[in-house]
């Protein structure tokens, strides 16, 4: 097998959810000593290493997250007809170790066979999948480049990734009345049936062709026989146009308002980190950059936009110029997650070639 194969087996066994990625970490710290570089780890744990410019050009630099779901089973990657896929019955971890791997194999071969490049530097985050808190947590000021790559999009090799959504999150506190549920229901307020109705009340799923809106969590009550005086959902919304998010969002909590009235209840509201949303032109420097190299490497180049957030969010946020691109990976967050031993090396060559096409 390829190193990048290899490399990627020995991660994607590692259990590494959000906020236990030490393992990924020392890994990644130790691959990059062996190629002769000074990785560091800043106060959050994020690892980041540079290599010196020896050629002009454009440096450019590349992101991956450490951090996968939490698996709920055996991680024992295996490959098998040419697919590397998770036998244990959980997540393989290619969303994002995939990643990891082909920007580590193919920093590799830059450096082994002494490929001019305008400088490269590699950063790997912690807890991207519960809030992108890595990426926001990184000193972006040491990072010379100003055009990136993030590879953190499902999907054949490819796509590049024009845009993604402004998101907000929302924290709804409804406070009611205790009371016996058998002897006296009508002295008590109940604070999940104003929950209930808020939650009937609103648009959720696909609102439309960009814009969504979710509850996922809810919680309440202490037994069957009392009117619960507290209940709380968390919920968000997601739209690719941030002036119709802020009107989704008020469009919630004014919901929320009348059902918390309607029930003789209190209604709190608290707003959880939201990410700023970005939008690319196809014209623009590091589109074209990656659409070159994508078809001078035999892939198709498509474009999309993308409903969830990834590290370039926080990049493009803070000025510089990221895109997300697919990968390889298919069927993310789930026991299906499985990548082609071709895809997982054809974007070794995508990494190389992106180094080489930045040289001027």
Do not use: W
């Not at 082909?102 to 999948?129: D, S």
């Not at 209840?265 to 420097?285: L, P």
């Amino acid at each position: 097998m390829s190193e990048a194969v290899d490399l990627f087996l020995e991660l994607a066994a590692l259990p590494t959810p959000p906020g236990d990625e030490q393992a990924a970490a020392d890994l990644v710290s130790r691959y990059l000593q062996g190629l002769g570089l000074e990785p560091d780890e800043d106060s959050f744990g994020n690892v980041y290493a540079r290599i010196g410019p020896t050629a002009e050009g454009t440096p450019l630099f590349f992101c991956a997250h450490l951090d996968t779901v939490p698996p709920n089973g055996e991680l024992r990657p295996v490959v098998a007809d040419g697919v590397i896929r998770n036998a244990g019955g959980t997540i393989l971890g290619g969303d994002n170790k995939a990643a990891i791997a082909q920007m580590l194999e193919g920093v590799r071969r830059v450096l082994v066979e002494n490929i001019p490049h305008a400088g490269i530097e590699l950063l790997f985050t912690r807890q991207e999948e519960i809030g992108l808190n890595g990426a926001a947590a990184f000193d972006h000021t040491r990072l010379s480049a100003r055009l990136g790559f993030v590879y953190d999009q499902e999907g054949p090799i490819g796509e590049i990734i024009l845009g993604a959504p402004f998101a907000q999150g929302l924290e709804i506190t409804f406070l009611g009345r205790a009371a016996h549920a058998g002897m006296s229901p009508e002295e008590g307020r109940s604070a999940i049936q104003a929950a209930a109705k808020a939650i009937a009340d609103m648009r959720l799923g696909r609102v439309d062709e960009e814009t969504t809106a979710n509850v996922g969590v809810i919680s309440g009550g202490t037994a069957g026989n009392i009117v619960p005086d507290r209940c709380s959902f968390m919920a968000e919304a997601r739209c690719h146009d941030e002036r119709k998010l802020g009107e989704l969002v008020q469009e919630m909590l004014d919901v929320c308002a009348f059902a918390a009235s309607e029930a003789e209840c209190e209604m709190q509201s608290e707003s959880r980190k939201s990410y700023r949303g970005y939008r690319f032109g196809k014209s623009e420097e590091v589109v074209q950059l990656a659409a070159g190299v994508l078809e001078r490497c035999g892939h198709e180049v498509r474009y999309a936009l993308s409903g969830g957030a990834a590290d370039a969010n926080v990049f493009n946020e803070r000025g510089l110029r990221c895109i997300n691109m697919t990968h390889g990976v298919y069927d993310f967050h789930s026991p299906d997650e499985r990548i082609a031993v071709t895809d997982l090396e054809a974007m070794v060559d995508v990494t190389v070639a992106l180094v080489e096409a930045a040289r001027a």
